[in-house]
């Protein structure tokens, strides 16, 4: 039994849906598809789904067996909370979370990765204060997410997230990263932070509309357990032969032009 991973991609919106084409969104599924096959998962890719669609297929990935992780996809337009199928309708994000909130999925590692925009704004690269961030992070929304499950924004609540015709900045860093030696035998956590600092400090936008603005993602964590869902098995370093969700004792050390997508 391997790891899964559900790639769900919305590019093309229905007719009339008032939802521009995001044509970078197929080579993200590309690179994330050969990128997770070798690290052992079983990949699974659904394009252009309608919202009702994407509810089933959770509904129906929540009851799948699994080794010990499950990671999702979820790529589209989005505004806070959700993100759009391709009839245009939202898909709420905490009825997907609370889709893997069973006695089934309840021992395995969950993770997604959310690349849309979670609001209108920009970021110029300022600091703020992080309490005006922490709003976007509602009790609900929070206790929506099961335990042992990380969540990966491409941004902060209220802000955009960017896209051009190559991929997206987030889950083409995502992929870059855990192509390099060594980042995949990484604790989750810490391989969270590293894509963060990658996108944070390493994109700028450019172009005369968008030129100089930044993007930095966020995670939501409820893990309870050291994470290492990418480490390879009987190999050298200190994830060896720890499954996703190996608990470490605390005497333990954790050893283009972009567009708005």
Not at 62 to 68: E, F
Not at 111 to 118: D, N, S
Not at 169 to 189: D, I, P, S, Y
Not at 213 to 218: A, H, I, L, Q, T
């Amino acid at each position: 039994m391997a790891n899964s991973a559900v790639i769900v991609s919305v590019a093309q919106f229905d007719p009339g849906v008032n939802l521009g084409h995001r044509p970078g969104a197929k080579w993200d599924t590309r690179r994330l598809h050969r990128t997770l096959s070798k690290l052992g998962f079983k990949v699974d890719v659904h394009n252009d789904l309608s919202s009702e669609e994407i509810y089933q297929l959770f509904t129906q990935e929540s009851r799948r067996p699994v080794r010990d992780c499950f990671l999702a996809v979820l790529s589209s337009h989005g505004d806070e909370g959700c993100v759009f199928g391709a009839d245009g309708k939202p898909v709420y994000l905490s009825r997907i979370f609370g889709c893997f909130d069973n006695e089934h999925m309840e021992p395995k590692a969950k993770v997604f990765l959310i690349q849309a925009c979670r609001g209108e704004a920009v970021d110029g690269g300022v600091e703020v204060d992080s309490g005006g961030d922490a709003a976007g992070f509602s009790i609900p929304q929070y206790e929506s997410v099961p335990v042992d499950t990380a969540v990966m924004y491409a941004t902060v609540p209220g802000y955009a997230a960017f896209s051009n015709p190559s991929g997206s900045v987030f889950l083409q860093t995502f992929c870059a990263l855990l192509e390099k030696e060594g980042n995949r035998n990484l604790e989750l956590t810490r391989l969270m932070t590293r894509l963060s600092h990658s996108v944070a400090y390493g994109f700028q936008a450019k172009g005369h509309q968008l030129g100089g603005k930044k993007e930095m993602p966020c995670l939501l964590s409820r893990l309870t357990r050291d994470a290492f869902p990418f480490a390879e098995a009987g190999k050298g370093g200190g994830a060896t032969g720890l499954s996703a969700r190996s608990l470490l004792g605390p005497e333990d050390a954790r050893r283009r032009t972009p567009s708005i997508s």
